[in-house]
């Protein structure tokens, strides 16, 4: 199998050199998509039919009228957080967490957790962040790790303020979904086994009618979608369905404004060339490998019993070495090196994270595990993301149509991750043949350049430089002006 070998080879990187990565807050969607090759093929063409609900037949109806709205009374109140175990003194926010049903007959529930902004919160929209796998916590990771107003300590017991919050220009919420992430569960347990793409996208949809119902003051709030890696496949299909349930019902449901992708997973093909050619360009690969894997490997057809490009795939693993591959030139966590080359990001929080997060008092304040899960909470679910079904291979048509729709498609990147790499996001745009509105221009942050920004025909693409997948985490300053000029509907700011 040509084209899929260099998954396999860039999932070796994180299975032999990289003990860290699967168990790490993400997992590398290359790897997993690997597993889906042998099922689906890629459509060289844009014009394969797009995911969501088709408005024009009854399974419209059906799914429209399948979303539960249940009484949320007196639930705001109860999902109140009077304080986290260890959190700072002067916290100037609210915060709120809990479940919210999304199936009742089958006991399925979706833990979020929500922040509102410290200032003027009922001016500020409402976003809901959500990290990739499939399988990941976007709690762990998205409000823990990277843009939430705290991060874990060493000590794993006790909080700190991040300065760079994303909730200082918005309200979040982040949502561990699907069903079998983090505290989301379902009662019943076969659920597990249709974990996949549609699923997800329909009960985040259900999870966001009823929590609005929860915190009705929101319910016509500016409302966005942001997320990375996986979430590339999550965000454009939720908005999607969003879009459609609109139209389906004649009005606007959920004021959809926009959505953001970082380092995402959106389109195979130009994933794996935009792989080869970073770690080509970046001096993690030899001439020679890189002329056999272009030479030998098919970069459009999968074929799994081309032993050739096999090969040269297990060399290219080889001459890589041991680096993190969420950011190239990051410390690993278990270095003995003190100095952090590019960013002072320490790369063992997710073990801080992890401790945290399975304090039983923890839980109680955030009002988490109420049925006492047989399991302890992790970052990612390796077992949601093995019962994995549907992954389209491409939601780049998707994507086309939510340009046309008129709300605001941002594509950003960290250009120093190596597991869904920049290339990746500027090939999947010249795939997409927008034109150019707004020429490149590099974009400042703090007297720095903060990263480049091409304005396209109603689709904006920004680099962030030196972070690596889990952009805020690497270059929160960056991050937030990123995050700002995003809501506020403005391109970063040139100088
Ligand atoms: C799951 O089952 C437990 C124990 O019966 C129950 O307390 C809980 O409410 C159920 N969850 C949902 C979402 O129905
Ligand atoms: C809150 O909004 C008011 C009125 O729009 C404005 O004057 C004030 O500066 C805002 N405060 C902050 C902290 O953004
Ligand atoms: C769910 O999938 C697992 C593994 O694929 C299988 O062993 C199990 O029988 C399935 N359960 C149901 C209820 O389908
Ligand atoms: C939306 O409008 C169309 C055409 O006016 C109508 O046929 C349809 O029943 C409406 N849908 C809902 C949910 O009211
Ligand atoms: C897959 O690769 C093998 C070995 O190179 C070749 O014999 C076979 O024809 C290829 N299959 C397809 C569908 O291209
Ligand atoms: C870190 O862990 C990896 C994988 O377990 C191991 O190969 C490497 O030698 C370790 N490095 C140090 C500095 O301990
Ligand atoms: C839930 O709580 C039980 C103790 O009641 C604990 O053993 C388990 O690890 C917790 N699971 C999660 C997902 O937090
Ligand atoms: C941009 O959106 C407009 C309609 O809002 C549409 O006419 C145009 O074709 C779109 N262009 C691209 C490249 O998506």
Redesign the pocket.
Known sequence: MATSALFIWISLLCLASLSLCYGWIDINPIKFVNEALSKERPSSSLKQSSYGLELDTNAATTR?LAVHTRPQDGLKEKDKIESLPGQPHEVEFEQYSGYVTVDPEAGRALFYYFVESPHNSSSKPLVLWLNGGPGCSSFGAGAMMELGPFRVNKDGKTLYQNEYAWNIDANIIFLESPAGVGFSYSNTTSDYNLSGDKRTAQDSYIFLINWLERFPEYKTREFFIAGESYAGHYIPQLAQVILHNDK????TVINLRGIAMGNAYIDFETTIKGAVDFYWTHALMPDEIYHGLASNCDFTTLNTSDNVCLDFVNQATNAVGNIYSYDIYAPLCNSSSKFHSVSTFDPCSKNYINSYLNIPQVQKALHANTTSLPYPWESCSGKINRLWGDKPLTVLPIIQELMVSGIRVWIYSGDTDGALPVTCSRYAINKLGTPVRTTWYPWYSQGEVGGYVVGFQNLTFVTVRGAGHFVPSYQPARALVLFSSFVNGKLPPPA
Do not use: G, I, K
């Not at 389906?248 to 009005?251: F, I, T, V």
């Open positions: 429209y389906y019902a004649n009005r």
